[in-house]
Nanobody, 120 residues
Framework: QVQFVESGGGLVQPGGSLRLSCVASGITFNVYGSAWYRQAPGKQREWVAGITVGGTAAYAESVKGRFTASRDNAKNTLFLQMDNLKPEDTAVYYC??????????????WGQGTQVTVSS
């Protein structure tokens, strides 16, 4: 019932830009919040950025100043503008809604993610 569909990833050179999109169904971001995560090969999934129910954005230190999260509540769509991309940004990027977490703190639903590859 709850689904997330991420898109916009691709191959880009260092210093380049990409804009990711995430469309949610079954929940609304302005009720359950919104967040971006990423997972690189061999690494744990990590939090990248988020926008609270009230619209306050926050970022991981590793992307602060380079990434900008935004949300279109009317379209229930989350965005991540990624500028000055670095090879270490290479990962599969996922979105989710924090207030949908189970009591154990884990998410029930994940989308397929979108691959971002930063390479020269």
């Amino acid at each position: 019932q709850v689904q997330f569909v991420e898109s916009g990833g691709g191959l880009v050179q260092p210093g380049g830009s990409l804009r990711l999109s995430c469309v949610a169904s079954g929940i609304t971001f302005n009720v359950y919040g919104s967040a971006w995560y990423r997972q690189a090969p061999g690494k744990q999934r990590e939090w990248v950025a988020g926008i609270t129910v009230g619209g306050t954005a926050a970022y991981a230190e590793s992307v602060k100043g380079r990434f900008t999260a935004s949300r279109d509540n009317a379209k229930n769509t989350l965005f991540l503008q990624m500028d000055n991309l670095k090879p270490e940004d290479t990962a599969v990027y996922y979105c989710n809604a924090p207030l949908t977490k189970k009591k154990n703190g884990q998410y029930t639903y994940w989308g397929q993610g979108t691959q971002v590859t930063v390479s020269s």
